[in-house]
């Protein structure tokens, strides 16, 4: 087929020759670009390969392999990639692969803790994962020390790292409302929050620790108080009803506050991890310290209802403790049952008292005390029950010194000191009442009965006798001098004729005075006329010219 | 019976473009001008060049995640093989039969196909070359199809964009994948067929 018409024949010439230099082909370099490729993904992942951790939580909701992300900050530092029992098949165990960047969070304090939806009363949290499904929160620790096996978290930590403020450590008797995270509060503004608290090691207390964030951990002296904030505080004193409360939220999720006292001269910031008491209120957080207690028994043979646990403890009026046991006691010899009280007492509220009675004994040794005690007591110091309320009965132990107070022996060796007591207040009242009912008991109330009976018969017979004979004749009387005032009355009358006969008779009586007046005038100017008569001119017209002022009146008169 | 006479007998070949029957010593075909082999130049160290860089590519292929996930149920990425489990647990078997045989059936049924035509044509084996030709064609015609994951990630990670709703986004994984069907084809292309035939006779080069 070669000959075809359309195409010339080819010449024949020297032959193309293509010569490969390479006896390999060059096609064998894409296989070697793809093992390059390859090669250099594996080296890169395996340098860009970061820490594997495992953490154990209580449980995996929420959790899944290949999908749950470790996050510090909201940055993805890993991710879970296994989700597995423990052996025990108490917890979990989640694998952790750590990116590369991620070397600090394999140190040993390092945390690890789910981050869920959290409602709560200190607001919600963790909104987020509602949609997107819970994600490990990390926070890197500053150990030098490095693990692989962590203990996650329930909740999240509430103090990341790097936090600027200060930890403090709070002893109380019980844990109350407080919880971690509960507020802690600085004149009610919010400057840090409860992060653990755990039962101290002979179980009598709980140390609770806060945090309190820069710059405000500044405020914490070495003298500040701190109360428990929870809950509402309502006193009644003489100015009122007082109702005192942190924020809302701290009487619904308890709260700590704290403040320095009003006077703390020489306080200083409180280092960090600082020990501190955590009061159950501001009044007794913010009281001048108490110092040592001192117990002391005090023995009551009367009843004591009315007197309750945590009563005051006054000397001299001051509060100086509190009643810390009420106990029953037989006493065989007297076949009595006294009634043993056992109170606390802090000697450093007496205030500069106690400083002058510490300088003059020298000491404040036990021996030393007991010998003040002793001292006291000897010049009459007892104790008493008194009634504190009169409507609920409370009573409280007064401690006063009372000399006409039978003498006592003390014994200053016995521990703990015992205080001799008298007589309660409400006794004595009791037993003044109880001679008085006994003196009215003892009145002839029969005989006076009696007698006030008969006079009282006499008295009903004198009345019925007025009644039927006096009362009708006073009755006649009485009418009889209502008609004679009518009478006086009409004969009184403006009309009555008797009275314009006494008007006519008074106007006569005026023109006759006012005739006299006139002729006695004319006479004592004219005592002539007399024997004359009347003159010309002495006629009354002259004499009208010069008449005085009352003269004319009266003549204008009609 | 007469066989038709062999090419090389009438000194002849065909132009792989026009199908010029082009005397045996052209180096181009005197119609369409393109370049003329009595065979597929170097067909069997090419087609092993490539099949060998396929079976590379395609191991990162696997391991690396082909898709990246994220629903506001948080996020996952997905390896071809984890892909076609979820799908398989979900009940959604059919979908997973159909990504499991584009992915990982087809591309390994080449490599085997292709390894079995090289070794057997270097062997000059006469053994069921029928059979052999009919497999050639077969995955070339699979060839194109082996493409669908890509585009399926290509049209997915293209479409559901919803910002916080979901998003899906290619990961490296996927463009191996791609380099897998690439090769496999260019590999499949650098075969020669008719090397299947040449053992019945002496080699012709």
């Known amino acids: 087929m070669s000959n075809n018409p359309n195409i010339p024949a080819p010449t024949p010439g020297t032959p193309q020759i293509k010569k490969r230099r390479l006896s390999v082909s060059l096609v064998w370099l894409v296989p070697i670009v793809a093992a390059l490729v390859g ?83 200190n607001g919600v949290s963790g909104v987020d994962t509602l949609l997107s499904g819970p994600f490990i929160g990390a926070d890197a620790g500053r150990s030098e020390v490095t693990k692989e096996d962590f203990l996650g978290l329930e909740s999240p930590p509430p103090v990341t790292y790097g936090q600027k403020g200060k930890r403090f450590t709070l002893h109380t008797d019980d844990l109350g409302s407080l919880d971690i995270g509960s507020p802690v509060y600085y004149r009610r503004i919010q400057v840090g ?47 009122g009803l007082r109702v005192n409360t942190q924020t809302i939220p701290s009487i619904l999720a308890g709260g700590i506050a704290f403040r320095e006292p009003n006077y703390s001269p020489d306080a200083k910031p409180a280092p960090e991890h600082y020990d501190f008491t955590l009061y159950n209120e501001q009044e007794t957080a913010l009281a001048p310290p108490s110092g040592e207690p001192k117990f002391i028994r005090l023995r009551f043979n009367q009843s004591l ?35 043993t009280v056992g109170v606390v007492v802090y000697p450093q509220r ?3 008292a106690h400083g002058k009675l510490v300088k003059q004994i020298g000491g404040e040794s036990e021996e030393q005390s007991a010998q003040l005690i002793k001292r006291l007591v000897d010049q009459g110091l007892r104790a008493q029950a008194r009634t504190g309320n009169l409507l609920t009965g409370q009573l409280y132990i007064a401690l006063d010194f009372d000399p006409k107070a039978p003498k006592v022996k003390f014994n200053p060796n016995s521990r703990p000191l015992e205080i001799p007591t008298v ?15 006994d003196k009215l008991s003892k009145l002839p109330i029969d005989s006076i009965a009696n007698n ?52 006519q008779a008074m106007d006569e009586v005026q023109r006759t005075a006012r005739s006299v007046r006139v002729l006695t005038d004319y006479l004592s100017r004219h005592p002539e006329s007399l024997i004359r008569g009347r003159t010309e001119e002495a006629a009354p017209g002259s004499y009208k010219g010069k008449s005085s002022s009352r003269n004319i009146e009266l003549e204008s008169q009609p | 019976m007469s066989k038709p006479p062999y090419a090389r007998e009438l000194k002849v070949c065909l132009c792989h473009i026009c199908g010029f029957a082009c005397p045996q010593d052209a180096h181009e075909c005197p119609r369409c001008f393109s370049p003329v082999h009595v065979r597929k130049t170097n067909s069997l160290a090419r087609t092993w060049a490539f099949l060998i860089a396929s079976i590379i590519f395609y191991v990162p292929a696997n391991t690396l995640p082909v898709m990246y996930t994220s629903m506001f149920s948080g996020g996952s990425e997905n390896t071809i093989m984890s892909g076609v489990i979820e799908f398989w647990q979900h009940g959604s078997w059919d979908i997973a039969i159909l990504i499991f045989i584009a992915s990982v059936a087809v591309p390994c049924m080449k490599f085997c196909v292709l390894g079995t035509l090289l070794i057997t044509c270097q062997r000059r084996s006469c053994w069921a070359m029928r059979e052999r030709a009919k497999l050639y064609r ?68």
Not at chain 1, 228 to 237: E, L, Y
Not at chain 1, 423 to 437: H, I, R, T, W, Y
Not at chain 2, 169 to 175: A, H, N, S
Request: proline fraction near 4%; charge should be negative; avoid cysteine.
């Open chain 1, 39 to 121: 090669l250099s993904m594996v080296v890169n992942s395996w340098l860009q390969a970061g820490p594997q951790v495992h953490v154990s939580f209580q449980t995996a909701e929420g959790l899944e392999a290949n999908k749950t992300q470790v996050k510090y900050k909201n940055v993805v530092i890993g991710t879970v990639t296994k989700i597995a029992l423990s052996e025990d098949r108490t917890h979990v165990t989640a694998t952790i692969n750590l990116d590369q960047s991620a070397e600090p969070f394999t140190r040993e304090d390092t945390q690890y803790w789910v981050v869920r939806p959290r409602i709560g009363a």
């Open chain 1, 193 to 239: 929050q409860v992060i653990s608290y755990n039962l101290t090691e002979d179980g009598k207390g709980v140390d609770v620790q806060v945090f309190v964030n820069a710059p405000n951990d500044a405020f914490v002296t070495d003298d500040t108080r701190f109360w428990n904030a929870s809950g509402i505080d309502v006193s009644v004193d003489a100015s």
């Open chain 1, 305 to 339: 209802r009315g007197l309750a646990v945590n009563a005051p403890v006054e000397f001299l009026g001051v509060n100086i403790g509190r009643v810390v046991s009420v106990d029953l006691d037989y006493d065989p010899k007297t076949q009595g049952f006294p009634t």
């Open chain 1, 350 to 352: 007496l205030g500069s």
């Open chain 1, 423 to 437: 007589p309660g207040s409400f006794d004595k009242l009791q037993e003044q009442l109880q001679a008085m009912v």
């Open chain 1, 452 to 503: 006030l009976n008969g006079s009282l018969s006499e008295l009903q017979r004198t009345m019925k006798q007025v009644n039927s004979d006096v009362l009708p004749q006073m009755r006649g009387t009485l009418e009889e001098l209502q008609n004679t005032l009518k009478t006086a009355n009409e004969t009184l009358d403006e009309d009555s004729p008797a009275r314009q006969q006494v008007n």
């Open chain 2, 138 to 205: 077969f995955v070339e015609v699979i060839g194109y199809w082996s493409m669908l994951d890509v585009l399926v990630v290509a049209v997915v990670a293209a479409l559901v964009q919803f910002r916080a709703l979901s998003t899906i986004e290619p990961r490296l994984g996927i463009l191996f994948f791609g380099l897998v069907v690439v090769m496999t084809m260019l590999s499949a292309m650098s075969f020669d067929p008719r090397l299947i035939w040449d053992a019945e006779v002496n080699d012709v080069e």
